[in-house]
């Protein structure tokens, strides 16, 4: 192998792998599609000049049609009127205006042929624009898809389960830690002498209560001289003998 040759492909490796990282698929196939509906103004101008061109034909023909049968009757009339001269002279134009309509009869057949390919051309063109732009989102959407994959499987990579773990396991110990604490607190604070005290004092006022009942009954005429009644008893409470 040449040095030019091995120089060339040393090149192509080189720059070849430059480029091929710096393509965007999503920015090259936006601009592909942009291209496209690009050239459809230009197509459809085309188009419009090749139907033009058959129109203006018809009108030809329809023009030379109209001159013949013209031409036609003046030379019936000159020879009508005995003047052979100028049924010669109309009959000469006659001649040409047949050979110019059918020149233009073939030139008109070759335009409408060539109209309707164009108009087939140019809509087989937007209907191929139209399946590869579908393509193209398709793909675009393809491509963010598996950029996202990529960005979620760079965080996974680089996502450490057992640090969060420590950290997780550390505020569990935290939040038990003062759970312990509070219930603590909550069970010296219920058993102690003050809580005692007050459980005594309630049971003396529900007494009072009691006694105050008894004597607005016996005020009522609810209850004997003799009958004093059973004193009421605190909620879950027993009567001692």
């Known amino acids: 192998m040449g040095v030019w040759a091995r120089l060339k492909r040393s090149l192509r490796a080189v720059f070849g792998g430059l480029i091929e990282k710096t393509e965007d698929p999503e920015l090259i196939l936006q601009q592909t599609i942009r291209d496209m509906r690009d050239r459809v103004p230009e197509l459809n101008n085309s188009v419009a000049q090749v139907m033009a061109t058959e129109r203006l034909l018809a009108k030809n ?19 009508k009127m005995n003047r052979d001269d100028i049924a010669t002279a109309y009959i000469g134009q006659l001649q040409q205006a047949q050979l110019d309509l059918s020149k233009t009869g073939q030139q008109l057949d070759h335009a409408s042929r060539a109209s309707e390919q164009a108009r ?46 420590s950290t997780f396991n550390e505020m569990r110990d935290k939040i038990d830690r003062r759970a312990a604490t509070a219930e603590a607190k909550l069970q010296l604070g219920t058993s102690g002498v ?38 009421a008893l605190p909620a879950g409470g027993e009567s001692n003998s």
């Open 61 to 79: 023909k329809d023009r030379l049609e109209e001159q013949v049968v013209d031409l036609d009757s003046k030379i019936k009339a000159a020879i």
């Open 120 to 165: 087939k051309a140019r809509d087989n063109y937007i209907l191929q624009m139209q399946r590869r732009t579908a393509e193209a989102m398709q793909l675009i959407n393809q491509s963010k898809q598996a950029k996202l994959q990529e960005q979620l499987a760079q965080t996974m990579s680089s996502f450490q389960l057992g640090d969060d773990a």
């Open 194 to 231: 003050d809580t005692q005290m007050q459980e005594i004092e309630r049971e003396a006022m529900d007494m009072q209560l009691a006694d105050k009942l008894l004597e607005y009954k016996r005020g009522m005429g609810l209850l004997g001289e003799g009958q004093k009644g059973a004193p």
